[in-house]
């Protein structure tokens, strides 16, 4: 039986991993990322739906869909990251457990890039360290809802 569902939503230029910025982003691609994700979290108990768009009112909407039907949620917004207030708001209304997630170490890069967003409503953010970052927020997101459950208890 599922502890419930995890929502993995990636924003703009994701789709490219792999072929865009190897150097910066790796080579794996976005499925790669994807396909662990779905199978540590499968392992650890829960069912994971992914989702990517370069469309901001895409990622709204999923953001929107998932309140009350998933118990937590990574997500690596890409650029919005940076300056989408429309998803700001739309994550200040998700209660369930959020990690930020990225590849890259947005703070060693360029200076539009050290603000996040989606940080103030973040659990935590998880940056830096190529794919494992992936792995890293999947075992926060996993000790969150873990710690959850044993408080409701």
Known sequence: MSAGLVLLLHGPNLNL?????PQVYGYETLEDHEARVVTQLKTAGFDC???QSNSEGDIIDK???ARGTTVGMI???GAFTHYSWALHDALRSYSAPIVEVHLSNPSARE???HTSVVAPLA???ISGFGPLSYDIAVQALVSLL?????SNS
């Open 17 to 21: 991993l792999g072929q865009r910025e």
């Open 49 to 51: 739906q992914t989702h």
């Open 63 to 65: 953001v929107h869909s």
């Open 75 to 77: 997500i690596n917004s």
């Open 111 to 113: 200076d539009f890039r």
């Open 123 to 125: 659990a935590g953010t």
């Open 146 to 150: 873990s710690s959850n459950r044993n």
